[in-house]
C-alpha cells in the first residue's frame, strides 16, 4: 500500500486568471482557498461563479472576499445572489467581506433591494485581520488602485498565501507578502515596462521584484493583459525575482 499522503494545509486553485477583458475562454478574477476543511474565494468577476462549479459548489463556500469594486473582481456577485436566492443555494448564506461601497455598489444593479444568501461584511479601511473559517486568517491591506482596494494574506496551518490584487505599486504589498510561502501577483503589464503617468497596475520586472523582497516561496503570476505573453512574463519575473515563477492557470492547483 502506498504511504498515506497528507493533504496539503493550504491549496490555491486558479478559477479566472483574465482581466477587465480577457484572452477567449478565461474567466475574471477568481481563485479558490482550501485548507482540508474549509473553503473560500477570493474575488468573483465575471464567469467565475459558473467556472467555480468545476471545483466545489457554491454553497460549501466558508466565505468569499473581494478585493475592490471593479467588476472584473466582484460583478458575480448578482449572478451568487440570483443562485443563493432562487436556484440550488437556496436556503444557505455565505459572508462576502468586502470594502467599503462594493455591497452598495451591486445593490444599485438589485431591483428590490434584497440580497438573499449573502451577508456581507465592511473591511476596515487601511489595514486589519478577520477570521474566516477552520484555523483561516484574512489579513488585508489597502494598496493604490481604486479607492478602497486591499491586497490579502490568508494564513492557515502555518502557511501563508498572499494575493496583491489590482495595485499600483508593489511597494504597499510588501509588508503583507514579506515571508509568504506563494505570492499570487498581478502582472497586467506583462514583460513590458511600466507607463509613465502613476500606474494602476504592475508588470514582471515590479511582481518578481516584489517576490524577490518579500522572500516569498514562490511566484504565481496572473491577471496579465491578452495583449502580453504569458510566458515573456514569467521569464522578465522570474530574472527579477531569482526564485520559481508559474504563471496562474484555470483549474491547476498549486500547493502552498
Ligand atoms: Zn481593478
Same mark, same amino acid.
Given at each position: #500500500?502506498?504511504? #498515506?499522503?497528507?493533504?496539503?494545509?493550504?491549496?490555491?486553485?486558479?478559477?479566472?486568471?483574465?482581466?477587465?477583458?480577457?484572452?477567449?475562454?478565461?474567466?475574471?478574477?477568481?481563485?479558490?482557498?482550501?485548507?482540508?476543511?474549509?473553503?473560500?474565494?477570493?474575488?468573483?468577476?465575471?464567469?467565475?461563479?459558473?467556472?467555480?462549479?468545476? !471545483?466545489?459548489?457554491?454553497?460549501?463556500?466558508?466565505?468569499?472576499?473581494?478585493?475592490?469594486?471593479?467588476?472584473?473582481?466582484?460583478?458575480?456577485? @448578482?449572478?451568487?445572489?440570483?443562485?443563493?436566492?432562487?436556484?440550488?443555494?437556496?436556503?444557505? !448564506? *455565505?459572508?462576502?467581506?468586502?470594502?467599503?461601497? *462594493?455591497? !452598495?455598489?451591486?445593490?444599485?444593479?438589485?431591483?428590490?433591494?434584497?440580497?438573499?444568501?449573502?451577508?456581507?461584511?465592511?473591511?476596515?479601511?487601511? !489595514?486589519?485581520?478577520?477570521?474566516?473559517?477552520?484555523?483561516?486568517?484574512?489579513?488585508?491591506?489597502?494598496?493604490?488602485?481604486?479607492?478602497?482596494?486591499?491586497?490579502?494574506?490568508?494564513?492557515?496551518?502555518?502557511?501563508?498565501?498572499?494575493?496583491?490584487?489590482?495595485?499600483?505599486?508593489?511597494?504597499?504589498? @510588501?509588508?503583507?507578502?514579506?515571508?509568504?510561502?506563494?505570492?499570487?501577483?498581478?502582472?497586467?503589464?506583462?514583460?513590458?515596462? #511600466?507607463?509613465?503617468?502613476?500606474?494602476?497596475?504592475?508588470?514582471?520586472?515590479?511582481?518578481?521584484?516584489?517576490?524577490?523582497?518579500?522572500?516569498?516561496?514562490? @511566484?504565481?503570476?496572473?491577471?496579465?493583459?491578452?495583449?502580453?505573453?504569458?510566458?515573456?512574463?514569467?521569464?522578465?519575473?522570474?530574472?527579477?525575482?531569482?526564485?520559481?515563477?508559474?504563471?496562474?492557470?484555470?483549474?491547476?492547483?498549486?500547493?502552498?
Amino acid at each position: #500500500m502506498p504511504p #498515506m499522503q497528507e493533504p496539503a494545509p493550504l491549496v490555491l486553485t486558479p478559477i479566472g486568471v483574465g482581466t477587465a477583458y480577457s484572452r477567449p475562454g478565461d474567466v475574471q478574477s477568481c481563485y479558490l482557498v482550501r485548507t482540508p476543511g474549509a473553503a473560500i474565494v477570493l474575488d468573483m468577476g465575471a464567469g467565475s461563479l459558473n467556472r467555480l462549479q468545476q !471545483e466545489i459548489a457554491p454553497e460549501a463556500l466558508d466565505a468569499i472576499v473581494i478585493s475592490h469594486g471593479h467588476p472584473d473582481h466582484c460583478i458575480d456577485l @448578482l449572478a451568487l445572489r440570483v443562485y443563493f436566492g432562487f436556484g440550488p443555494g437556496r436556503g444557505h !448564506e *455565505v459572508t462576502v467581506y468586502a470594502p467599503e461601497g *462594493v455591497a !452598495e455598489r451591486l445593490m444599485g444593479f438589485v431591483g428590490d433591494g434584497r440580497w438573499p444568501g449573502v451577508a456581507f461584511v465592511t473591511l476596515d479601511r487601511g !489595514e486589519g485581520s478577520v477570521e474566516l473559517a477552520d484555523g483561516m486568517t484574512l489579513s488585508h491591506r489597502e494598496v493604490p488602485h481604486l479607492p478602497p482596494t486591499n491586497a490579502l494574506r490568508v494564513d492557515a496551518g502555518g502557511r501563508s498565501l498572499v494575493f496583491s490584487a489590482d495595485t499600483g505599486t508593489a511597494d504597499a504589498v @510588501l509588508p503583507l507578502a514579506a515571508g509568504s510561502d506563494v505570492l499570487l501577483c498581478e502582472c497586467s503589464f506583462g514583460a513590458d515596462p #511600466m507607463p509613465d503617468d502613476p500606474a494602476l497596475h504592475l508588470n514582471a520586472t515590479a511582481a518578481g521584484e516584489l517576490a524577490r523582497r518579500a522572500k516569498a516561496g514562490k @511566484l504565481v503570476l496572473t491577471h496579465v493583459y491578452p495583449e502580453y505573453d504569458r510566458e515573456d512574463a514569467r521569464a522578465a519575473a522570474a530574472q527579477a525575482f531569482g526564485g520559481e515563477v508559474v504563471i496562474a492557470r484555470q483549474g491547476e492547483a498549486v500547493p502552498v
